[in-house]
Every structure is written in structure tokens, then in C-alpha cells.
């Protein structure tokens, strides 16, 4: 009797789990079609052009396999591969860190309530808007630089001309002077890029609960404290993901010079090539990407719900 | 006493006062920098090519002119482009939106089997850049065969039906309709993760009330979300907006401003016969970006006050 109460019952938080279970499966059901069709299948065949010589028939086009020279090339004859990469792991590595910490420090003054917050928070998202299109490189002079004479770039715009004439003026180093108008010049480069992490910093700000520094205030804590033992540990999931946005982007980066190399490569229809640079590419980063996860995920603090 | 106390008291609004100085400088300067260049644009749109190099003239011209606008208006088809991208833009996000929304739930609510090597797969999607596999995805758009129906033919011996979808919205719509458009991914997780913030008692309470989940998520999950789906909105307009990698290999014509707004410069060139006025060349630019950055501009400084209310509400992405 008892058995069959049992198997009754087993049967029936089965059958209701395994509804759920078919639901959710149904919810990501849309995704699932997407990630094949306009995922897996490009990826299957960037890897099948990458070991393969590619014949352009009247209709479509037929692959013939020829194995890893192109591969080989990349690696043994192309003088640029590896330059390009350490250039843009390089640009990364001096990128990343600092675009973090502007981009938190940026989020914890913004969370502060001071008059005409509302205005600077809205100015402070204006990059997100503006800089992931064609209009950030026109500013920066990207394409300007390429044809316009010497000396009547728009790029001069970003630049801190006056800065350079004073620190002259009063008899610095160049040495000193360099160092300063580089970084006076990357400000502008680096918080046009943080748009989106001062976002997702400002985000995680806010859900830290007030509770915790009013229990802050109580033991005699000064803000200093606060930064470190409440703001830093409540945002360190936020770190872990701004990190690898911010490392994705650097490398992905259209202006990237690998990218460009590929879109390059792409275009001139040495599809083959172009292929195994960018899986090559994609998996150098990816390997990166997943060492700075693993390492960073160990000093994550993540709060008990 | 009193006196002690006056000086504590004083030091301590000296000091408050300095630091709230302060951090007003360091505001206001960085905002400066970031409305530095969009000032710089209007300005130059707005100014007759002469006044550039002229040094009584920093920000406001001494002559308005609206000639650089009509100029490039005319040059980048401006209407018929803004036509196109707005439709393109519009309905893509839209599509995008309402996907990542229902699949993010998905994610975010329900417990099944190979979940979280799924939702990997869609933080995969993140990294792996567009340049990989716009190839392929090119090639299939040009023989476009949905879920295999074309290849039925195939078995009674006949040719397979393939459709050429270049140069149709499908190219962009399909994939928003499947959630794979332009950085599905991030929207995906941000619905995934403004999901697993709500309460849990709101489904078991509609599950108490005899709704199934889908119902609960029409009525119950969804009228709650309006801030994340303003925002994931926001996000996703501005980048098929400012897309020109994708609409630059899907549409042949390149209809969409953004396109029409790259080859500008080629264009500029072919106006004056190869040979260009450097300084025509700025004001130009400069107005071509602004009719380019308008739109999404407008667009923000409407749904700002939502945006920024669901960041300060919810905290979205966390």
C-alpha cells in the first residue's frame, strides 16, 4: 500500500518539475534557434574555410581540404600576426585597469546626492549613446588623420595644445612633460570608453543596502573605511564583470589593429586567411578572458540572499 | 566648552565644504569632456566654413548658416536614409527586446537540465567578434534556408529552394526575432539578471491564482520590468543605430545613415573633382555627425528620466 502511495506521489513532483523544466526550455527556445542558425552554423564553416581552399562556382561555392597552411602561414611567415597581437594585448593590459578604476571611482561620486545630480548622470551616459558607431572615430579623427594635411586634424580637438605650451614655458623636462600631456590626453579616450562600466558600477552601487552603512556609521567608520570594507566588497561581482567587458571590448574594438587587419583580409576576399587569423585571434583572447576570470573570481565577495 | 565645540563645528564645515567644492570641480570638468566634442559639432555645423580659422570665434560663429547642413542633407540622402535606419533600428530593437526578455526569463526562473552550460554558451556569444562570423553569416543570408524546409525538393530529385535575403530587413530581423541580433548576449544577461532579482513569492502567488507561467510572465513578470526593458531598449536602438559593420555587409546600397555618413567623405571628394577644401571638409563632417548622433540623442534626452530612475530603483545590472 505504502509503495504504492509512494510511487504515486514520486510521480507526480516528477511530472510537475519536469512541466517546469519543459517550460524553461520553451522560454530559451527562441535563443536556441538563434544560437544555431546565426552562431554555431558561422562558426562550423569559419572553421571548415580555415583548413580548406575555397573554389567560387557560378552558384555557391565548394570547399577542397588542404589542412593547416594557413595556420602555418599565420604563425611562420606573416611578420604581423604576432606584432599585432602583443600590440593589442599590450593596449589592453595598460587600458583595463585604469578604465576600472576611473570608471568606479566616476560611479561612487555620482552615487553621492549632491545638486544637479540628474544632469551629471545624464551627461555621464551620453558616451553610451554616442561612442559605438562611426561618429566616435570621426571625432577622434581616425579618418580624418588618413587624409587631412598635417597639422589641420579635427583630432586636435582632444588635445591639450594650451597644457603643453605652458609646462614649456616654464622650463619642465621633457620627459615630464610628455608623461603628463599623454595622460591629459588619454582622459578623454579612457572615460568615452567607460560609459558602460560607470553604468554597471553605478547600478551595483545603488543595491547595496543602506542598512549597512548606517551599521557603518554606528561603529565610527569614515567614509575612507566605507569605500573599502562595504562599497568595494558589495561591487566586486560588478568588478569581475566590468573587467571582462572592458577586456572583450579593448580586444574587439573595431579600431582594433588585429580587427582591422581581419576586415582588411575580409574584404580583399582572402576569406581563408582571414578565417584563421580569427579563430586564432578568438581563442587567444578567450584563453585570456577565462585566466582573468578564474584568477579575479577568487577575491569576489558575493553576499548570501 | 562652547568655544571647543564652535572650533570642531566649523572645522568640520570647512572640511565639508571643500570636499563638496571639489567634487563639483572634478564634475563639471568631466562633463565638460564629454560635451566638449558634441558642443564642437554643433558649433561647426552651424558656421560658414570661412569662420574656422578665425580667432575672435571659439564656441558661438558670428554668422549663422545652415548651408553645411543642406549641403550634406543632400549628399547622404539624409531622408531617405533616416527612413531606413529609423525602420531598421525601430523594429530590430523592438524584436531584440521582446526576445531577450522572454529568453532571460527563461534563464533567469526556471530550473532544467544543461541551464548553466547554456547561459554559458550565451556569454560565448559576447566574446567571439562580429569579424568571425560575418562570413559565413553573409553566405547564408545569400542562400537563406530556414530550418532546412528548402532542402525537401532535394528528395524528389529536385533543386533546392534557397532565398536571397541580402538586401532585405530580414537580414536584420531574423536574427532579433531569435535573439541573436546586435550584443544579444548583454541583453540577455540583463534581463536574466533583473529577473533573478524579483521576489520569488510573486510567482508563487499567481501560481496560487491558477496562472500557468506563461501567464505569470505576461501579467505578472512583465508589467514589472518596464525599467529594464526601457533601458535594454535604449541600449539595443543605439547600437543598430550606430551599426555600420553588419549594414555594411547585409545592404549593398547602404541605406542607413550611418553608412551614408562613412562614405561621406568619399562622396565630398567626388563633389569637387578629387581635389577638397580642407576646411569645407570640417564643417561638413562635423554636420553629417550631428544629423547622425541627433536622433539617438533625442531619443535619450526623452527616456532619460526612466533610464536613469530604473538604474536608481533597481539597479538593473546587478
Known sequence: MSKIYKKTKDKRTLSYERKKSLYGYGFIFPWIIGFILFFLRPLISIVSFSVSKINYLDIGYDLEYIGIAQYLRAFLEDPDTLRMMTQSFSDMIIDTPVIIIVSLCVAVILNKKFIGRTVARTIFFVPVIVASGIVISILKGDIMSSTMLAGQKSSVLLQVSGLRGIMMEMGLPDQVIKIITDTSNGIFDLLWKSGIQILLFLAALQTISPSLYEASAIEGATEWDNFWKIMIPMVSPMILIALVYSIVDSFTDYNNLFMRKITGLTTNLSIEYSSALSLIYFVFVMIFVIVVYKIVSRFVFYSVD | MILENNVKHLSKKIYKVTFSISRAIIIIGLCFILVYPLLYMISMAFRPESQILDPSVIWIPRSLTFDNLINVVSLMEYGKNLKNTALISVFSSVLLVLSCSVVGYGFARFKFKGRDIL????????????????????????????????????????????????????????????????????????????????????????????????????????????????????????????????????????????????????????????????????????????????????????????????????????
Open chain 2, 119 to 318: 547561459f554559458g554558451l550565451v556569454l560565448f556569444t559576447i566574446i567571439v567578434p562580429p569579424q568571425t562570423t560575418i562570413i559565413p553569416l553573409f553566405l547564408g543570408f545569400r542562400s537563406f534556408d530556414f530550418a532546412f524546409l528548402g532542402k525537401i525538393p532535394v528528395l524528389f530529385g529536385k533543386e533546392p529552394v534557397m532565398t536571397n535575403l541580402l538586401n532585405t530587413l530580414w537580414t536584420m530581423y531574423l536574427p532579433a526575432i531569435f535573439a541573436s541580433g546586435i550584443r544579444s548576449g548583454l541583453c540577455i544577461y540583463i534581463f536574466r539578471q533583473f529577473y533573478k532579482g524579483l521576489p520569488k513569492e510573486l510567482e508563487d502567488a499567481s501560481a496560487v491564482d491558477g496562472c500557468g507561467p506563461v501567464k505569470t510572465f505576461l501579467r505578472v513578470m512583465v508589467p514589472l520590468s518596464s525599467s529594464a526593458f526601457i533601458t535594454v531598449f535604449l541600449f539595443s536602438f543605439v547600437w543598430y543605430w550606430n551599426d555600420y559593420y553588419y549594414s555594411g555587409m547585409f545592404f549593398i546600397n547602404g541605406n542607413t545613415v550611418s553608412l551614408a555618413l562613412s562614405s561621406l567623405q568619399s562622396k565630398l571628394l567626388a563633389v569637387n573633382e578629387g581635389s577638397y577644401d580642407p576646411y569645407r571638409y570640417i564643417v561638413s563632417m562635423q554636420a553629417g555627425s550631428l544629423l547622425v548622433v541627433g536622433p539617438p540623442l533625442i531619443v535619450y534626452i526623452v527616456f532619460q528620466r526612466y533610464f536613469t530612475q530604473s538604474i536608481e530603483k533597481v539597479g538593473i545590472v546587478g
